[in-house]
C-alpha cells in the first residue's frame, strides 16, 4: 500500500526533527506530511531542512485557522489528492511510537479499514501518567464509546492507520470539532460507516520535550460534544422507530 504518515505540529522544534529520522527508519517507503501551523518557533523551518535531507517529506505551512482538527483536514485532503492508499495520523513529540507504524500498516493489508493504537486493550497502557490522569482518560473513553455505540476502547487515540477509501467516505473535510474532539468525531462517523476498526496495543508516555497542548479546557469541550452527538443519535434512533411503527 502507498502509505502517507500526517504529522500536525505546532511549536515542536524539538521533536520535529528526530521524528522524521525515526519515521524514515521504520518505514523508509512510506511518505511523510508535516502540517505546521506557522510555529513561530521555527519547526517549519527544521522540518524544511530535514525533507531536504532525508526525501519523501512534504512540509506545509499552514495558514488560516490554527488548530489539530483544521491541520488533520487539510493533510487529509491533501494525501486525498495525491492518491495514497493509507494514512497514518500521529503526534510528533514521540508519545505514539514510531516502530508501531509497521504494524498498523500489516493490518491494514490484512484486512482492516482502520487501525487505532489504542492504550486500553490488552498489552496497552500508559507511561509515568499520574492515577487521576489515567482514571479521567480511561472512564472518559468509556462514557465515549458507551454514549455513541462505538466498540472502540480507545475513541480519543491519535495514532491511527487508516484506509484511504474508508477516510474519505466519512468526508473529514465537513467536521466541525477542533483540539482532540476531532478525534472522536471521526470515530462517531467510524462507528457509525460500519468501518471495521482493529484496535493495536501502544504504551503511551508523555512528551520528553516541549509543552503539551492538552488543557482542562479542550477536555471540558471534548466531554459536551460528545454528550451532544450522543444525544442526537438517540433521538435520530427513536424517530427512526417511531417512523417504522
Not at 132 to 135: H, N, P
Not at 138 to 144: E, F, I, M, P, Q
Given at each position: 500500500m502507498r502509505a502517507?504518515?500526517?504529522i500536525p505540529?505546532?511549536?515542536?522544534r524539538e521533536n520535529v526533527v528526530a521524528m522524521l529520522q525515526a519515521l524514515r527508519s521504520q518505514v523508509p517507503a512510506a511518505h511523510v506530511?508535516?502540517?505546521d501551523d506557522l510555529s513561530p518557533d521555527g519547526t517549519g523551518g527544521l522540518a524544511d531542512e530535514a525533507a531536504a535531507e532525508l526525501g519523501q517529506v512534504t512540509v506545509v505551512h499552514r495558514s488560516g485557522k490554527p488548530g489539530l482538527g483544521a491541520a488533520y483536514r487539510h493533510g487529509f485532503q491533501l494525501a486525498f489528492d495525491e492518491g495514497f492508499d493509507a494514512i497514518v495520523s500521529m503526534d510528533s513529540d514521540f508519545s505514539h511510537d514510531p516502530a508501531v507504524v509497521p504494524t498498523m500498516l500489516r493490518l491494514l493489508e490484512e484486512g482492516a479499514d482502520v487501525v487505532i493504537g489504542s492504550r486500553y486493550v490488552a498489552g496497552g497502557g500508559t507511561q509515568d501518567w499520574p492515577l487521576?490522569?489515567?482514571?479521567l482518560s480511561?472512564?472518559?473513553?468509556?462514557?465515549?464509546s458507551a454514549l455513541l455505540g462505538?466498540?472502540?476502547r480507545d475513541c480519543t487515540a491519535g495514532f491511527r492507520a487508516y484506509r484511504a477509501e474508508t477516510l474519505r467516505a466519512i468526508e473529514p473535510g465537513s467536521t466541525a470539532a477542533e483540539g482532540y474532539a476531532f478525534l472522536t468525531e471521526l470515530t462517531r462517523?467510524?462507528?457509525r460507516s460500519g468501518a471495521t476498526i482493529v484496535e493495536t496495543p501502544i504504551?503511551?508516555?508523555?512528551r520528553e520535550k516541549g509543552t503539551s497542548k492538552m488543557s482542562g479546557r479542550i477536555i471540558v469541550e471534548s466531554m459536551l460534544l460528545v454528550t451532544g452527538w450522543g444525544v442526537l443519535d438517540r433521538a435520530r434512533s427513536l424517530r427512526r422507530r417511531l417512523t417504522r411503527r
Open positions: 502517507v504518515v500526517v505540529t505546532y511549536n515542536e506530511m508535516i502540517v487521576r490522569r489515567r482514571l480511561k472512564w472518559g473513553n468509556r462514557y465515549a462505538a466498540k472502540v462517523r467510524l462507528a504504551m503511551f508516555k508523555d
